[in-house]
Structures are given as C-alpha cells and as structure tokens.
C-alpha cells in the first residue's frame, strides 16, 4: 500500500497563492493517479483536482477550474496542488488521495489510499 502525507496549508489572504504537497511512501507513485479534496466545516467532501498515474490527464472542479492547478512528479513521488487567486470559500480540510484505477477517477469512492488532510484558511 502506499502512505500519502501533505503539507504547505497555512492562513493566505484572499487572493493569494498557497502550494499544497502530497508525498509519498511505500510503493511505487506512479503506478497511482492522484486526486485533491476538500471538506469545509458542515460541507460534504467534494474532489476539486485529479491527475492521472502519468500526470497526462487532469481533471478540475468548476469551483476552482482557472485558479488551481495540479501537477506531480513521480521521480519525487509527490502531488502538488497550486491554488491561485485563493477565496474565502476556498476555506477547507485538504486531502489527497490516490488510487490503482488506470484511468481517471473523480469521485471519492474510486480511491484507496487517503492522506490525513491539511487545513487551508483564505482570509477576506
């Protein structure tokens, strides 16, 4: 099984920038596709960004399609989620996780593996 950690959450102001990472441990990253979610107090987990085991395919949530941008670099077994031009409701828990699938996954069900999250908080 493969282990996932993130970092780089923190406080930024309404539109600023953050970069979230999500490493990993245990077996080999690329043979993954990756996908980011978040759940805001009182909200439902909602998946914003996926990226296939390649990195040749990715996927965006209309709430942050523009201003995300997710990426990895399986030599560094890491994910990263580049969140630009950051909003108030952007304000969440972030989670990766990953999954065996060999195609893209977009619903949370479709992953194996989770991160324990990282708290993310846009200031107005």
């Known amino acids: 099984q493969v282990q996932l950690v993130e970092s780089g959450g923190g406080l930024v102001q309404a539109g600023g920038s953050l970069r979230l990472s999500c490493a990993a441990s245990?077996?080999?990253?690329?043979?993954?596709?990756v996908g980011w979610f978040r759940q805001a107090p009182g909200k439902e987990r909602e998946i914003i960004a996926a990226i296939t085991r390649s990195g040749g395919r990715t996927y965006y949530a209309n709430s942050v399609k523009g201003r995300f941008t997710i990426s990895r670099d399986n030599a560094k077994n890491t994910v990263y989620l580049q969140m630009n031009f950051a909003k108030p409701e952007d304000t969440a828990v972030y989670s990766c996780?990953?999954?065996?699938?060999?195609?893209?996954?977009?619903?949370?069900?479709?992953?194996?593996?989770w991160g324990q999250g990282t708290q993310v908080t846009v200031s107005s």
């Open positions: 245990g077996r080999t990253f690329s043979n993954y596709a």
């Open positions: 996780a990953a999954s065996v699938t060999t195609t893209m996954v977009v619903t949370a069900g479709g992953y194996n593996y």
